[in-house]
């Protein structure tokens, strides 16, 4: 379903983790795509469009192809598909389940 993404449950914190780096073919928005794919069963294609919740093209802008020197302690949080997904600069992302 997510096509080699990898993603790791963090039982100590209950949510899910991803790691990606500036190599990576996919683009930030992607990632995102994919791993809330992973977590919630369902084919990608079948989830709402993520340009519905957040700009696509701004967080690809913000996050990809930023190379280790690059990167700050940014990070951003929005809701998707019944998820709080976070997406840090270190290329990191994290899902948990949406607690409202």
Do not use: Q, W
Not at 9 to 22: G, M, N, S
Not at 54 to 64: E, G, N, Q, R, V
């Amino acid at each position: 379903m997510n096509g080699d993404l990898v993603v790791e449950y963090d039982e100590e914190f209950d949510r899910h983790v991803v790691e990606f780096d500036a190599d990576d073919d996919r683009s930030t928005s992607e990632v995102v795509v994919y791993a809330v794919s992973e977590v919630s069963g369902e084919e990608p294609t079948t989830l709402r469009p993520l340009g519905r919740v957040i700009d696509p093209d701004a967080l690809d802008t913000i996050f990809d192809r930023c190379t280790d020197d690059d990167r700050g302690d940014a990070h951003i949080s929005f809701e998707y598909e019944g998820y709080e997904v976070t997406v840090f600069s270190h290329g990191r992302l994290t899902i948990t389940e949406s607690r409202t």
